[in-house]
């Protein structure tokens, strides 16, 4: 047995996204995130679909590292998605993401819950504190309501 403590960071945010729950909610997936995500590159492993599905499994790169992701929640009625992802021996993460209609637009309650599984990956999680996550949450919305307005991938220079 080990003394080890992970580190445990849980952030919030909330997007307005400018389509219907029925139109956002099916491009928060592995597949369709290539259409709207700079650079966004996965490894399909697992769907009996070929698109997000509880159970979806696949894998990105970072910094030379390979990212394990599973959908661990797909309730598309409700627009409820849950991903986790491990990168190992450094940092394990979970998604929920919740859609709910407004008007014409969408919120898209979006929570991560990041926890260090290493003393390296303890000082990653450090530094992902609230000013970070809200830049990454705002490209996240910049990138995506832009495909929603366009039909086109932004800009990289836009989305980060």
């Not at 909610?25 to 679909?49: D, H, T």
């Not at 599905?53 to 959908?71: K, Q």
Request: aromatic share 14%; glycine share 8%; proline share 3%.
């Amino acid at each position: 047995m080990t003394d080890f403590q992970g580190r445990r960071v849980t952030h919030e945010y909330t997007q307005t996204n400018f389509a219907s729950p029925e139109t956002v909610f099916p491009l928060l997936c592995p597949v369709r995130e290539a259409e709207w995500v700079p650079g966004w590159k996965y490894r399909l492993i697992y769907s009996n679909s070929g698109v997000a599905e509880a159970g979806c499994v696949f894998i990105t790169e970072e910094d030379g590292r390979e990212i394990t992701w599973v959908v661990t929640e797909y309730d598309a009625a409700r627009f409820r998605i849950g991903f986790a992802w491990v990168d190992a021996r450094m940092v394990a993460t979970q998604i929920r993401i919740r859609l709910e209609p407004s008007g014409d637009a969408t919120t898209a309650h979006i929570q991560y819950t990041y926890t260090g599984l290493s003393s390296k990956g303890n000082r990653e999680v450090e530094r992902f504190d609230e000013s970070w996550f809200r830049h990454k949450m705002q490209g996240w919305e910049a990138a995506i309501n832009h495909y929603l307005r366009t039909g086109r991938l932004i800009d990289a220079a836009g989305w980060e």
